[in-house]
């Protein structure tokens, strides 16, 4: 009996110890920096051990090799120990065939004995700790990373000999190694499909999600994708008498309206409504003292440089222009904005027949022609 318990121990120890490194090798292969760094920031220090093996790539490649000779040495054990041990029990158990049943006994314990290690090494040693690993990725690192450090101190000679070879066959293949290294940062088409799963999941809210994926389309998209074309720009025109003034305001309200001379491919500024009320109280025409320097961009500058140009000259407004260098359109915050976070129309705006959008009593639906593709695509 005492003989059986020392078996069963065993063979469980060496289980367990294989499946502690199989924990140790997936969860700091899954794990988040960013779920790290707030443990480390909480004072963690088994976090910023950990973080320090990330950052490093040469201490990377040595933890896991380290993890890999604690798994094969594991195994070994359980294939040389194991089987045999607990094949020499199962032969007991047909000690009743006697002699002539010798040969068979020892094909059905050994077969048996195969069967219980194997699953025993791939269920628990293998399958269930990799899954604890993935799903709890900063719990498991935080619980093996001891284990797997002191392997690597003990073992220093082998886990460095293992890293030379696997360095050395990956070169055969024509890999970088800082390549492979590189390529555990994400990328921003890598982030935004995270984003659509997590948001398809439920992870992240509706709105949110939507958002996010707004802001990765973000840098994608040109000024002339966003901007109020030409054709729907309220403008003034300098020297405007103040029934032009009000009359442009009466019709269309907006913060901010281009100011032209002679035409639109001739826009010399912006003026502010406040600007404007100025002068009808006062009731005085539209002059250059009114009127602020606005910044022009091509249709072709990506948004997020747009944004950084009106940073830049600290304004609210841009006017858009096309190839030939006349006035496409004009570019505003808000319609930046809007194109993270969407529209959010108010008062008459929201009202059936102003909207940009809207189905009718037959289900048809009707959109405005400067509605675009992207945004019909989403109805």
Known sequence: MDGLLWVILVVLGLVVLNGLF???????????????????????????????VLDDPRRQ????????LGVTAASLGLGMYGEHAVADRLVLLFAWLGAAGTVTAHVVASIGAVALMTFLHVVLGE???KSIALSRPVGAVSFTAPMAMTTQRLFLPAVVLLEFL????????GIDRSQVHGSAHHTAEDIAHIVEVSRAAGGIGSESGKALAEVFDFAQQKAYDVMVPRVSLYALELGATPEQIGSVIKEEQHTRYP????????????????DLLRLLQKWKPLTRASVWPITFVPETMTLDRV????????????????????TAGMLTVKDLFEEVAGSIEEGEDSLEGTSEAFRDAQG???????????????L
């Open 22 to 52: 199989v924990a140790a090798e997936f969860a700091i292969v899954g794990v988040s920096r960013a779920a790290l760094g707030h443990r480390a920031e909480g004072g963690h220090r088994g976090a910023r051990r950990v973080l320090a």
């Open 61 to 68: 490649d040595r933890y896991i090799a380290a993890t890999q």
């Open 127 to 129: 399958m269930v700790p």
């Open 166 to 173: 696997s360095n050395r066959l990956i070169r055969l293949f």
């Open 259 to 274: 100011v032209y001379v002679g035409d639109l491919d001739e826009i010399v500024g912006i003026v502010h409504i406040r």
């Open 307 to 326: 944004l950084a140009a009106m940073r830049r000259d600290k304004t609210h407004a841009v006017v858009v222009m096309d190839e030939h260098g006349g």
């Open 364 to 378: 048809r639906l009707h959109v405005l022609g400067s509605l675009r593709l992207v945004e019909l695509a989403e």
